[in-house]
């Protein structure tokens, strides 16, 4: 009877030792490697950012609204020359759709500058407009004496597009043609015509 004891005690005895690896395993944690971080290229971002303003201009010139108002995040605000401050996406839109409904507004839109964070993460650009409408068909364009700055704030989104965040649009004075063409000239960027979010009055 104390030898048949003695076996089972021997064999389960066994069986838990043989079963200490399994347990061990099972009870591992398994360690992942952290995701690579792509490395911060400024120059890409600028690019990328070029990229997005030729889009906007092109939807600005077929008189696209939506694909105008798509560069701007759904958070971003839009401020505009005597306005109160547009800082939602419906309000930034019909900004848009009655600047792009009128048939007689033109603009000179001239990309001075762009800077890049050193994380190419953010992105600020500027830009000269100058507003003019066109009386009547038949008749050269009149210039409405509007002349304003135009700052833009980017942030890259999680998908790795570039969105205005932040659009600041101040008017200027009135300066001489000749004089304001010479200053941004020297940018090195040339101007496009086109209708953009800065209304006449």
Not at 79 to 86: E, G, I, R, S, Y
Not at 136 to 158: C, E, F, K, L
Not at 160 to 166: A, E, F, Q, R
Request: glycine share 6%; proline share 6%.
């Amino acid at each position: 009877m104390k030898l048949r004891c003695r076996v089972i005690v021997s064999c389960a005895l066994g069986l838990c030792l043989a079963g200490l690896p399994g347990c061990d395993a099972a009870n591992e944690t398994a360690v992942l490697d952290a995701p690579v971080k792509e490395t911060p290229d400024p120059a890409r971002a600028e690019a990328s950012i070029k990229e997005a303003q030729a889009a906007r201009i092109a939807a600005l010139n077929r008189r696209d609204v939506d694909g105008a108002v798509s560069v701007y995040a759904p958070n971003a605000t839009l401020v505009v020359p005597n306005a109160t401050p547009l800082t939602d996406p419906a309000s930034i839109r019909a900004n848009y759709a009655s600047l792009l409904g009128d048939d007689g507004m033109v603009m000179t839109v001239t990309p001075t500058r762009t800077w890049v964070s050193a994380g190419a993460d953010f992105a600020v650009t500027t830009a000269r407009i100058t507003v003019h409408r066109n009386s009547n068909g038949d008749r050269p364009r009149i210039d409405t004496g509007i002349d304003s700055a135009s700052q833009s704030v980017w942030q890259r989104q999680a998908d790795g597009t570039w969105k205005i965040v932040s659009e600041y649009n101040v008017a200027l004075p009135a300066r001489d043609t000749d004089a304001d063409q010479a200053n941004t000239g020297t940018s090195g960027e040339t101007g496009d015509e086109v209708a953009i979010g800065v209304p006449a009055d």
